[in-house]
T-cell receptor, first 112, second 115 residues
Framework: GENVEQHPSTLSVQEGDSAVIKCTYS??????FPWYKQELGKGPQLIID?????GEKKDQRIAVTLNKTAKHFSLHITETQPEDSAVYFCAASRAAGNKLTFGGGTRVLVKP | GAGVSQTPSNKVTEKGKYVELRCDPI?????LYWYRQSLGQGPEFLIY????????DSGLPNDRFFAVRPEGSVSTLKIQRTERGDSAVYLC?????????????FGSGTRLTVV
């Protein structure tokens, strides 16, 4: 089955700096890669997703890149703000709507 | 409703007891998913419904776990003879299969503690 590895497990950045989280996956048939943000006591919230026919996608301060050949994808957050502090999860699936395999999560702390 | 609703938000039960966890998806969402999240880990897939039927139940850990969605809306996750290892947050999500947007919307989860 699919295996998703996520690094780093914790990330501390100064407000205004950029944060980068990286994930690798094992199933070459995976073609849908969402990113979720989870705040304490809440369920994960979808923040951006990318499909395998696209190499990069951007939405305001967040962007995701995908390298299908290397089987890795990354989340980039620019101009970080204290409200970006949360746990972020990457995930992969063979098709949007199918079951997701999640990475282990990255705890991001943005210091004011 | 506006979001995915899960009840109860917290459940404490004794080892060996039976529990039911309820999920109310977003109105009109045809797909419903159950995941389990242990402390400090990512969610793990349990089961996925498309309408009333289970499209994929490969994540259910054993036959003590069962889920139903009899009318294609509300779903109940049932756990028999609970064990301490079942303690986790059980997350439900729903999505609309149509158009180009397949993103899940998760509920806040039910925190199950087996003592």
């Amino acid at each position: 089955g699919e295996n998703v590895e996520q690094h780093p497990s914790t990330l501390s950045v100064q407000e205004g700096d950029s944060a980068v989280i990286k994930c690798t996956y094992s199933d070459s048939a995976s073609n849908y890669f969402p990113w979720y943000k989870q705040e304490l006591g809440k369920g994960p919230q979808l923040i951006i997703d990318i499909r395998s026919n696209v190499g990069e996608k951007k939405d305001q301060r967040i962007a995701v890149t995908l390298n299908k050949t290397a089987k890795h994808f990354s989340l980039h957050i620019t101009e970080t703000q204290p409200e970006d502090s949360a746990v972020y999860f990457c995930a992969a699936s063979r098709a949007a709507g199918n079951k997701l395999t999640f990475g282990g999560g990255t705890r991001v702390l943005v210091k004011p | 409703g506006a979001g995915v609703s899960q009840t109860p938000s917290n459940k404490v039960t004794e080892k060996g007891k039976y529990v039911e966890l309820r999920c109310d998806p977003i109105s009109g969402h045809t797909a419903l998913y159950w995941y389990r999240q242990s402390l400090g880990q990512g969610p793990e897939f349990l089961i996925y419904f498309q309408g009333t039927g289970a499209a994929d139940d490969s994540g259910l850990p054993n036959d003590r776990f069962f889920a139903v969605r009899p009318e294609g809306s509300v779903s109940t996750l049932k756990i028999q003879r609970t064990e301490r290892g079942d303690s986790a947050v059980y997350l439900c999500a729903s999505s609309y299969h149509g158009g180009g947007n397949y993103g899940y919307t998760f509920g806040s989860g039910t925190r199950l503690t087996v003592v």
